[in-house]
């Protein structure tokens, strides 16, 4: 791990093909600018949500020591985070969503730790660290919740995508990335919003992935919880959202009790969402989210499961009744009476039982695929992996034997057998032959001169999943990501706002100060004009030190730039009240 990290058990334990989305934070990249908007987000969903959230929200923000003022640092974070069980990592922007889960199930909140323009204070759909930091780690610090987004990751990253999946993953990475960045031309823009909305919108039927998502998205990202009368906020893409917090909580966004039927709504990352999902309590996600685990692949197995993983021409595995895994990239599978009765992979495959690799069978021995019939024998109610050692003795299934094995479907396996695998129960799982032909009527399925031909032995298909069963027996290394973020270009104007914003921030923080609050305004008025959370910032602080003359001119100031910027009308004016109406609490 980079230094930049402090030593924590839970990073520790991740797989290499995780900590490779893992970044650096940089945490001195952070602009005062950067600071600003953090502390604007936080003073007013704290001052909003502390009426909205669940409970758990203001309590997370004391656990987890997220600071109002300043934008939380992983090592201090992670040295919080521990006393819960909990880790954070920064990464880089969207990342896949099998990874984004498999992190969850390992106890590791993934952080991209980017933070939004001020152009895009209120919302944007691009994951930053007031999304990530302020939204999702204070409701972790409940064990209740925390345990669901655990075996939420578990069982998601299980989840089989299709190739559109992976389109769609591209598309909303790169539309997210162009939002934030400064000067994407706006036909740049309308041809990729264009793009998510034409991929989001083109029927199909939606894979494993896709219902896990939609389901993550109700829950984790835009879930409420309470009565459908009377909800409150736990969704993290809604507490670090200034505007759809307050927006979600109005008759405009029609409340629906939590089901299973949450997976099968799709939604719009780049726009308001017209409905949300009310759970009960935490332990409801929890049993809508076993519900819909029962009718994944990984659960269900079957042709169904074999054949969702052909169609997402992606890693996955197959594992059959013995309990040996099967893990590579399906290809074909042939059927006999809706069971599959032969499974094809191609290129590297690795056999493993109970997530370990079997010695001898990794990707380097199985190069060129793997084939193998799967189900009983013709004719013999007995399975092979249910035969004793005398019914194998009297079948012919023995080492040295020559033998005819023929199997329901047509799939005839001929040949000499070596020797055999068995599991802890004694089942055999793998039985390997020399000069062996296989056959499914007139098609070879296997050849002698191929070599040893490995059968695996099970009598069903008893789960699919994405993903390796040893994720040691495949190079998952290799994230190389089409597109990055893009950071905030450093023109000179840029450099003496900040400037101007680093100054105040000094001021507030009792530090030495290049110059006093009056010749901040004076520059900003002259030369940043359009900018308006500085003065915010700069009224603040005119407030708090009685400097009414100052304050008077701050406020004629901004009343003139809600008139020449209506868009930021109603943030200027929030902006304010946090300090107006704070006054008439006190």
């Known amino acids: 791990m980079d230094a930049a990290f402090e030593s924590n058990p839970l990073i520790d334990r991740l797989p290499s093909h995780l900590k490779q989305f893992i970044k650096p934070q940089d945490y001195d990249d952070y602009t005062p600018i950067n600071q600003a908007v953090w502390r604007y987000v936080m003073r007013k969903n704290v001052d909003y949500l502390s009426r909205v959230a669940h409970e758990s929200y203001l309590e997370g923000l004391r656990k987890t020591g997220i600071d109002i003022d300043h934008i939380p640092s992983m090592y201090g974070m992670n040295r919080i985070l521990k006393e819960i069980g909990w880790a954070a990592v920064a990464v880089d922007g969207f990342i896949p969503?099998?990874?984004?889960?498999?992190?969850?199930?390992?106890?590791?909140?993934?952080?991209?730790?980017?933070?939004?323009?001020?152009?895009?204070?209120?919302?944007?759909?691009?994951?930053?660290?007031?999304?990530?930091?302020?939204?999702?780690?204070?409701?972790?610090?409940?064990?209740?919740?925390?345990?669901?987004?655990?075996?939420?990751?578990?069982?998601?990253?299980?989840?089989?995508?299709?190739?559109?999946?992976?389109?769609?993953?591209?598309?909303?990475?790169?539309?997210?990335?162009?939002?934030?960045?400064?000067?994407?031309?706006?036909?740049?823009?309308?041809?990729?919003?264009?793009?998510?909305?034409?991929?989001?919108?083109?029927?199909?039927?939606?894979?494993?992935?896709?219902?896990?998502?939609?389901?993550?998205?109700?829950?984790?990202?835009?879930?409420?919880?309470?009565?459908?009368?009377?909800?409150?906020?736990?969704?993290?893409?809604?507490?670090?959202?200034?505007?759809?917090?307050?927006?979600?909580?109005?008759?405009?966004?029609?409340?629906?009790?939590?089901?299973?039927?949450?997976?099968?709504?799709?939604?719009?990352?780049?726009?308001?969402?017209?409905?949300?999902?009310?759970?009960?309590?935490?332990?409801?996600?929890?049993?809508?989210?076993?519900?819909?685990a029962n009718k994944m692949a990984l659960r269900t197995g079957g042709l169904s499961g074999v054949q969702k993983l052909i169609d997402s021409k992606s890693l996955g595995t197959v594992e059959l009744s013995t309990g040996l895994q099967i893990s590579g990239t399906f290809t074909n599978v042939i059927e006999s009476e809706g069971k599959p009765v032969y499974l094809q992979t191609t290129g590297g495959t690795a056999l493993a039982y109970r997530e370990k690799e079997l010695v001898g069978h990794g990707t380097d021995y199985h190069a060129e695929g793997f084939g193998s019939p799967v189900g009983k024998l013709k004719g013999i109610n007995l399975s092979i992996e249910d035969m004793s050692p005398r019914d194998l003795r009297a079948y012919d299934i023995y080492e040295g034997e020559a033998v005819t094995l023929e199997f329901e479907g047509d799939i005839v396996v001929t040949g000499e057998i070596i020797t055999g695998k068995r599991n802890l129960q004694g089942k055999i799982i793998l039985i390997s032959f020399k000069n062996c032909t296989v056959t499914h009527g007139d098609t070879v399925l296997f050849r002698p001169e191929w070599g040893i031909y490995d059968m695996a032995v099970g009598k069903k298909v008893i789960s699919a999943f994405s993903g390796p069963a040893d994720v040691h027996s495949f190079n998952l290394v290799s994230h190389v990501p089409s597109t990055k973020t893009i950071k905030a270009k450093k023109t000179p104007e840029r450099i003496e706002l900040e400037g101007l914003y680093q100054t105040i921030r000094s001021i507030r923080e009792g530090k030495p100060a290049t110059a006093t609050i009056d010749e901040v305004f004076a520059a900003l008025k002259e030369k940043h004009s359009e900018d308006w959370l500085l003065s915010v910032e700069i009224a603040e602080l005119a407030h708090a030190q009685n400097n009414n003359t100052l304050l008077e001119m701050v406020v004629q100031h901004l009343d003139q730039l809600k008139l020449k910027r209506p868009k930021v009308a109603h943030l200027i004016t929030d902006g304010l009240s946090l300090i107006f109406e704070k006054e008439s609490v006190n």
Not at 128 to 156: C, S
Not at 239 to 253: F, P, Q
């Open 97 to 292: 969503p099998n990874a984004f889960m498999e992190f969850q199930a390992y106890n590791v909140l993934v952080i991209a730790s980017d933070i939004r323009q001020l152009e895009n204070i209120e919302y944007t759909p691009a994951p930053d660290i007031i999304h990530e930091g302020a939204g999702h780690a204070p409701i972790i610090a409940n064990p209740e919740y925390a345990e669901y987004l655990r075996r939420f990751g578990e069982i998601g990253c299980k989840a089989i995508s299709s190739a559109r999946d992976y389109e769609i993953y591209d598309a909303i990475r790169l539309l997210s990335i162009l939002e934030e960045a400064e000067g994407t031309p706006a036909d740049e823009l309308e041809a990729i919003r264009s793009r998510v909305d034409a991929l989001q919108n083109e029927p199909a039927e939606p894979s494993e992935m896709a219902l896990v998502r939609n389901l993550h998205w109700w829950t984790v990202e835009y879930g409420l919880i309470g009565t459908v009368d009377n909800p409150k906020i736990y969704g993290a893409g809604l507490l670090s959202s200034i505007g759809e917090s307050a927006w979600c909580m109005t008759d405009n966004v029609k409340k629906l009790p939590y089901d299973i039927s949450a997976a099968y709504q799709g939604f719009d990352i780049t726009k308001p969402q017209p409905q949300l999902y009310v759970t009960p309590d935490f332990a409801h996600l929890s049993l809508v989210l076993e519900e819909f």
